[in-house]
């Protein structure tokens, strides 16, 4: 991954802005390449956002790399976009045990607070098949809000036995691996949205200069 990735520095970026993305070990993957790049100031200042679903962002992590800077906000750029789902009586999972807190945003009112986001506020949840093609689409399939002690995506509206763990050693209850589908039309504003704010403030900082 990281030899991958300074390939692309060398010989395909061409100073331009960059957004990573992944979910669950890609999310690690993507926290690594904020490690080991990210702390050149150049390079961060031509990061226009990380969403890195599916894996915890910690004060941990926060203190040891000034470069990983959880979202606040629906705009902010150069931060870190992290959430990963579950259903409200979920306790803990081997993604964000008991006694760890995760940095969270919530991708329908772009909050880091516990204030409710209404199932109204979800632009569609995408369920894809492995070839990428969108098998189904929901709009105002699920609200959501963060725990406020643990920092995980709790979602409701949802039946969990409709949307079962899958992976080995998760809780039923635990939607890490609809954390994308659930909310796939939001990320996907999201991500115009914060490329828009970045470019805006490229353009001014030129002008200015």
């Keep these: 991954m990281s030899a991958a990735f300074a390939y692309y520095l ?27 790049y990210f702390g050149d100031g150049a390079l961060y200042a031509r990061l226009v956002a990380v969403y890195a679903l599916g894996w915890p962002c910690t004060d941990k992590m926060i203190s040891a790399y000034p470069q ?10 150069g931060v870190v976009v992290s959430f990963d789902c579950e259903a409200p009586e979920v306790e803990e999972t081997f993604i964000l045990p008991a006694g760890m807190r995760a940095h969270s ?15 109204s506020m979800n632009l569609g949840a995408c369920f894809t098949r492995y070839s990428g093609e969108i098998r189904r689409e929901e709009a105002a399939l699920c609200g959501a809000y963060i725990d406020p002690e643990r920092g995980a995506l ?10 079962p763990a899958l992976v080995p050693g998760l809780p039923e209850g635990a939607y890490h691996i609809y954390d994308y589908q659930f ?7 999201n991500v115009e949205d914060r490329a828009a704010a970045f470019m805006e403030a490229w353009y001014a900082r030129e002008d200015a200069a």
């Excluded at 395909?12 to 990573?20: D, M, S, V």
């Design 10 to 36: 060398s010989h395909e970026n061409g100073g331009r802005p960059i957004i990573l993305a992944g979910f669950s070990q890609g999310a690690d993957m993507c926290y690594r390449l904020l490690m080991e």
């Design 68 to 77: 990983i800077v959880p979202a606040s906000a629906e705009t902010d750029t």
């Design 105 to 119: 945003i919530n991708p329908l009112n772009w909050r880091t607070d516990s204030a409710q986001a209404d199932r």
């Design 154 to 163: 709790k979602v409701t509206d949802v039946d969990r036995a409709d949307y």
């Design 183 to 189: 909310f796939f039309r939001n990320l996907q504003k």
